[in-house]
């Protein structure tokens, strides 16, 4: 007689849910705690940020956002974030516009050596940017380009277009073949193809990858921290302004990272479905 024991099984698979899950939330909690220490800070007043120990009890009020947006006479932040929305903007569609049939010729129509042209694109994301700073700035000088916006985006979207161009690769290397050969049997050209057929059907990856390219974009200072001083100033560069001779203006820093860090964030919680359904894409076979 065969005795079944399912039952010792399916508990112990359910407490190894609930551990996972509690596991889950506590990394959550770990990782959300400096962002939430970030906003609080931002609400105090530079005394009570500065206090050792925290004043975690201390007032709150709105005075660092006061004094990041200029109600004090300091420098108005809107020329850095829109610099920066410009910039990040700007490279994720170029990047985009480029990766795509770039992971076209790499996945649905492999070209000859394709594996060493990925090989090749993933090579160019390990050379350091500080290694690369000094030709760059050379050219921008001699070229006129310093404190140029659309530098800041060329570069972003050269810095961008390997880690866009592996992500759409992959993604579109799930594509049925079928579906292709439907459209080149209805007589679709391939300017059709991408936009009509392949668009549609890797959308959440698309999204995902622009979602990675503008954070990456948003995020970069080294190149804005050199090639830039006023008029192409990014929201990065501008944040590092509160670092002075004079001091740290602790809660004027946080408040202006909370407001330099609420795009990103509105964008990734906007398209959250579509990043994890991009980001999956294909993991389940």
Not at 179 to 199: H, K, S
Request: one cysteine or more; hydrophobic letters at 55%.
């Amino acid at each position: 007689m065969t005795v079944v024991t399912t039952a010792p099984v399916g508990r112990r698979s359910r407490h190894g849910r609930v551990f996972l899950g509690t596991l889950a939330w506590l990394a959550g909690i770990v990782f959300f705690l400096p962002v939430a220490w970030m906003f609080l800070t931002s609400l105090h007043s530079e005394a009570d940020a500065a206090a050792n120990p925290p004043a975690v009890a201390a007032p709150l009020g709105l005075d660092g956002y006061r004094a990041f947006f200029g109600s004090g006479g300091g420098t108005s932040p809107w020329p850095a974030l829109i610099n920066s929305t410009t910039v990040a903007v700007t490279s994720t569609t170029w990047v985009l516009l480029l990766a795509l049939p770039a992971a076209y010729a790499l996945s649905v129509r492999p070209v000859r050596g394709w594996r060493d042209t990925l090989f090749f694109f993933l090579s160019t994301k390990m050379l350091p940017v500080v290694a690369g700073l000094l030709p760059v700035y050379l050219f921008a000088r001699n070229t006129g380009l310093l404190d140029n916006v659309w530098l800041m985006a060329v570069l972003h979207t050269s810095m961008n277009l390997p880690i866009a161009v592996w992500m759409t690769q992959s993604f579109l290397a799930d594509v049925p073949v079928s579906i292709l050969e439907a459209a080149r049997v209805d007589g679709a050209r391939l300017p059709v193809i991408l936009a009509r057929v392949l668009v549609p059907v890797i959308a959440p990856g698309i999204t995902a990858t622009a979602l990675i390219c503008c954070i990456l974009s948003w995020n970069e200072l080294l190149l804005a921290q050199v090639l830039t001083s006023v008029t192409a100033q990014t929201a990065p560069v501008f944040l590092t302004g509160f670092i002075t001779g004079e001091g740290l203006f602790l809660a004027q820093l946080c408040a202006a990272s909370v407001v330099v860090s609420l795009p990103v964030l509105a964008a990734g919680l906007a398209a959250q479905d579509k990043l994890v359904q991009g980001l999956s894409l294909g993991a389940v076979k």
